[in-house]
């Protein structure tokens, strides 16, 4: 089992750019979910899925998109870069659960990601 | 509207002394509590969960946690303290029918030698 795998691990982008940050898990799990994490912030969701075609917004959602084809990949595209998405991203997943979310996330290594 | 709160941003303890990292939450009907590690450049791992019964909760790593009703707090301790536990502490909560955990900003636990 690898978990939760993210790519790339580190990347520097110029304003305005785009791109897009691969997450996928192999623990066959419904819910999946993409943090930030800010120095002294903690993390921010931005996005959020329960299943395959089914995605939803999350604190932070403005520019970035999400989609969920399948139940193993969770991918978070950014268009047009900006200096505020310099960030830590990760990415998580959990056993869904009928009503609420009392199954812990799995996280996966993170990507650091670096706006200029 | 459902939070949660660490009041202390930094808690440093000498090796081989019980440790406590705090939090407190605030929701809506019955919580579900957690609590998260993150050892440097690495993801967050989870170390223990309150649902429902027995009110001390046992985790990874010789970590438990006490859930205390009346004062709304989930209270992360161990006994002995090693160096090795030093790292970044997450306490989240969730209620009811909410998808999404509710993160606090996290304690950063320095264990001295």
């Known amino acids: 089992n690898a978990g939760v795998t993210q790519t790339p691990k580190f990347r520097i982008l110029k304003i305005g750019q785009s791109m897009t940050l691969q997450c996928t898990q192999d623990m066959n799990h419904n819910y ?49 870069a900006a200096p505020s998405q310099t960030s830590v991203y990760f990415c998580a997943s959990s056993r869904g659960s009928t009503g609420g979310s009392y199954n812990e996330q799995f996280f996966g290594p993170g990507t650091r990601l670096t706006v200029l | 509207a459902q939070s949660v709160a660490q009041p202390e941003d930094q808690v440093n303890v000498a090796e081989g002394n019980p440790l406590t990292v705090k939090c407190t939450y605030s929701v809506s009907g019955n919580p579900y509590l957690f609590w998260y590690v ?40 161990k006994p002995s303290a090693l160096v090795s536990d030093s790292a970044l502490y997450f306490c989240a909560v969730t209620a009811g029918n909410n998808r999404k955990l509710i993160w606090g900003l996290g304690t950063s636990l320095a264990v001295n030698p």
């Open chain 2, 38 to 77: 993150q050892y440097p450049n690495r993801g967050l791992q989870f170390l223990l969960k309150y649902i429902t019964g027995d009110n001390l909760v046992k985790g990874s790593y010789g970590f438990e946690a006490e859930f205390n009703k009346s004062q709304t707090s989930f209270h992360l301790k």
């Open chain 1, 32 to 80: 999946m979910y993409w943090y930030r994490q800010d120095p002294g912030m903690g993390l921010k969701l931005i996005y959020y899925s329960v299943g395959a075609g089914i995605t939803d917004k999350g604190e932070v959602p403005n520019g970035y998109n999400v989609s969920r084809s399948t139940t193993e990949d969770f991918p978070l595209r950014l268009e047009l």
